[in-house]
């Protein structure tokens, strides 16, 4: 069992970075910070949970372009998931892409672009179920050969995950 102190700080004037588009107030920092706070005053600790903490604390330094921070956040997302799940597993495809995402960030695309063709494999098999994360990925991929001057590759693949988007006819075609 898990026993909660409140640890109330003085308000601050300033809003902290969003995680995503749609936190308009900032609040998702504000769960993170509580939710790992939480975590350590624990006894009985989930290594899964703890895995799920460190990957939306790499998105949000990924958003706040602490791209560093998220790589190491990342990696060990990765270690703790890859003792726990089978290799074959989304969320192991999760870590690899997100990794390649923070490496590609810091322009160190070789790199980037081997984790986000690892996670790219995994979303080839079962895991590769999720559309949306089929796209994500054909996105983030593009971009990354595109920044390497790799632009044919580039193009086919964006135009294949625009296609997959499109073919779904998601919340992405009423924009």
């Not at 939710?35 to 958003?63: G, K, P």
């Amino acid at each position: 069992m898990c026993q909660i102190v409140n640890h109330r700080s003085e308000p601050k004037l300033t809003i902290p970075s969003a995680i995503h588009d749609n936190d308009t107030i900032g609040a998702g920092p504000i769960f993170l910070d509580t939710a790992s706070a939480a975590y350590v005053l624990c006894n009985e600790r989930d290594q899964l949970l703890w895995a799920l903490i460190l990957y939306l604390q790499c998105i949000r330094h990924f958003c706040t372009s602490e791209f560093a921070k998220s790589e190491k956040e990342m990696v060990e997302c990765l270690e703790i998931r890859q003792k726990l799940l089978p290799a074959d597993d989304l969320l192991i495809a999760l870590a690899y892409i997100g990794i390649g995402q923070a490496v590609g960030a810091q322009e160190r695309y070789s790199e980037g672009l081997e984790w986000l063709l690892k996670g790219g494999e995994i979303l080839k098999g079962p895991a590769g179920d999720a559309t949306a994360r089929k796209i994500a990925w054909g996105y983030n991929t593009s971009r990354n050969y595109y920044c390497m001057g790799r632009f044919e590759e580039a193009e086919e693949l964006l135009m294949t995950a625009f296609n997959l988007a499109k073919a779904t006819q998601g919340w992405y075609n009423q924009v």
